[in-house]
């Protein structure tokens, strides 16, 4: 049984206040009552609620799908947001499967990530799973686009749509092409169900029916923590509810907003789920938790009174030892200790409980996205114009360096007036970070560990000199993501675009824009939403990613001695 426990520091009498006022409140959410939160739509969206126990009755197609895959090389989930970071997250906690297939999610338009996906393929024996709720999102389907034409030119036409299986909800344009293209197999969502709560749903189960787990231990672990997480009485015995509480309270009421998080290394890619659930729920209309996923934890000093240090700890596998320093500091620590890795089954239920709980003490609806589609408006507008025209609208740099040219709005130009030097506009840049601010690093470059690694010692630095949260992300799916919060949420971000040209484009089935082109419109359409909402934003354009990446750093070091 998952076994949590919070130390709340200054906020433990305010949250112990807030469990005594709330369960009749609390009791609104399983009667899926929108009062609740902002009485908008709120009750539309509340089919995560009871999904495990119908899930748990529709078992037979789960098992007979994985029956069908097991013999192949490799399964491949093409989606974004919530319809990949939760299989992501199960299939690195549980690691591949004896006898099963290896297990890739891919949600980057960058084509040299795509190419070195591609390049592990054995395609004639590998299944591409296209997720997608609304089947109209751009990336699954330009990355659908591009790996059937890659199978076509190996297998046929007629073949084709074997290799291929779609989950989406009834109805849409997916529904329609998977039966077109004679998908093998087409799995529905629930429509009541958003995307980031839908990984106890189909969008969830079946990547994880594929990779081999036990999807019937996973939803047994799901619903006892639906079991745990009914009870209104006593509400201090329920861990949903005590989350979402001491996340809303400690953030209302003490300024506490930025939610870092910590793991065990078997449940490292936690983080990224959690932090699409917290960011994509609660931040919006100038409010929100931000997630603070992957900064190493450090000594109480480089902290200020704006955290709450969330540990998500497997049994048997030891916490960093900077946790309890944190907490004898008074730094509010809540710990969630699993007793085995099917737990993610509960964890995924009670944390989603929580998030909606926090929303609720917000004020906010956390079951929509406003800010996400500002994004995907200007993205849209930006290829439709290079389609017309064979050029991105990128606007002119208001300085170049060796290799780099730096993009700003009038309004952040002007902190950089009297900057001649790469590190002189950084300085002026981060140099506007107070108390309670975080900076976000948004690199719409490939994923790989070498540039992951870069980031890391980039967002360190920063975190150090600052003593502020620090954001590392990739584009463009943080979009789908904490993209929501950035835009959304709180103006207390400094933001540093970072992309480049890809070393080695493709084509794009169908269309004039290549991979590489929808990137960059990516990267300038989310700078120009960032521009839009006021935010304190910069955004770099590198020539070589490679030694671009290595000035930044020096440039970096140097502006912050």
């Not at 090389?73 to 591949?96: D, P, T, Y």
């Not at 015995?237 to 209302?252: C, D, I, M, S």
């Not at 909606?356 to 995907?376: H, T």
């Not at 408006?377 to 290079?386: F, G, M, P």
Request: with cysteine; aromatic share 8%.
């Amino acid at each position: 049984m998952i076994v949590l426990q919070t130390s709340l520091g200054e906020g433990a009498a305010d949250v112990k206040a807030a469990l005594a006022d709330w369960p009749a409140r609390f009791s609104k959410l399983w009667a899926k009552d929108k009062s609740l939160w902002t009485g908008a739509d709120e009750d539309k969206w509340l089919g995560w609620l009871d999904i495990v126990a119908r899930e748990q009755g529709d078992l037979p197609s789960l098992e007979a799908f994985a029956e069908k895959v097991k013999g192949l090389s490799n399964v491949v989930l093409i989606g974004m947001g919530g319809s990949s970071l939760g299989s992501e997250v199960l299939a690195q906690s549980f690691g591949r499967q004896a006898g099963w297939p290896d297990f890739h999610a891919i949600d980057s338009t960058s084509p040299d990530q795509i190419g070195a996906l591609e390049a592990k393929l054995d395609l004639e024996r590998t299944l591409f799973l296209v997720a997608s709720k609304s089947g109209s999102t751009l990336e699954p389907n330009i990355l659908k686009d591009y790996f059937h034409a890659q199978v076509k030119a190996r297998v046929g036409e007629a073949k084709a749509g074997s290799h291929f299986a779609a989950i989406t909800d009834p109805g849409s344009s997916m529904e329609k092409e998977a039966k077109q293209k004679g998908f093998a197999n087409l799995f529905y969502g629930e429509p009541t169900i958003g995307g980031r709560y839908s990984v106890l749903s189909r969008f969830g189960l079946v990547p994880a029916a594929a990779m081999g787990l036990d999807v019937a231990r996973l939803l047994q672990a799901a619903s006892q923590m639906v079991t745990r997480c009914k009870s209104a009485s006593p509400l201090d015995a329920n861990p949903g509810a005590v989350l979402g509480l001491a996340l809303g309270v400690l953030a209302t009421k003490h300024g506490r907003d930025k939610i870092t998080i910590s793991a065990s290394p078997t449940l490292v890619s936690v983080g990224g789920w959690l932090e699409q659930l917290i960011a994509e729920s609660t931040g919006k209309i100038g409010k929100g938790l931000i997630p603070v996923d992957l900064e190493p934890l450090a000594a109480p000093s480089y902290y200020g009174k704006d955290r709450i240090f969330v540990h998500v700890g497997l049994a048997g596998e030891a916490e960093p030892s900077a946790l309890a320093a944190l907490e004898q500091a008074g730094q509010p620590v809540i710990r969630i200790v699993l007793q085995d890795v099917y737990e993610l089954g509960g964890l995924f239920f009670m944390s989603e409980i929580a998030v909606a709980v926090a929303g609720a003490v917000l004020g906010i609806n956390p079951f929509d996205q406003p800010d996400v589609e500002a994004s995907k408006v200007k993205s849209r507008e930006l290829t439709d114009e290079y389609e017309r025209s064979g050029k991105l609208p990128a606007g002119e740099p208001v300085r170049r360096f060796d290799g780099i040219a730096l993009y700003a709005d009038a309004r952040n130009a002007k902190i950089l007036e009297g900057c001649n030097t790469l590190a002189d506009c950084l300085r002026a840049h981060f140099a506007q970070a107070v108390a309670g601010d975080y900076v976000g690093l948004l690199a719409y470059i490939e994923q790989s560990k070498l540039h992951a690694a870069q980031l890391q010692t980039m967002r360190t630095k920063l975190r150090d000199v600052l003593k502020v949260a620090t954001c590392a992300e990739f584009g463009p799916r943080f979009l789908h993501s904490t993209g929501q919060a950035y835009k959304g949420g709180p103006n207390t971000g400094i933001f540093l675009t970072l992309n480049t040209d890809p070393v080695h484009d493709l084509d794009i089935p169908g269309r004039k824009i290549s991979f590489g082109v929808v990137q960059q419109a990516q990267a300038i359409g989310d700078f120009a939403v960032l521009n839009d909402r006021g935010r304190r934003a910069l955004r770099l354009h590198f020539d070589d990613l490679e030694s671009g990446l290595k000035v930044l750093g020096a440039a970096l070091d140097k502006a912050l001695a």
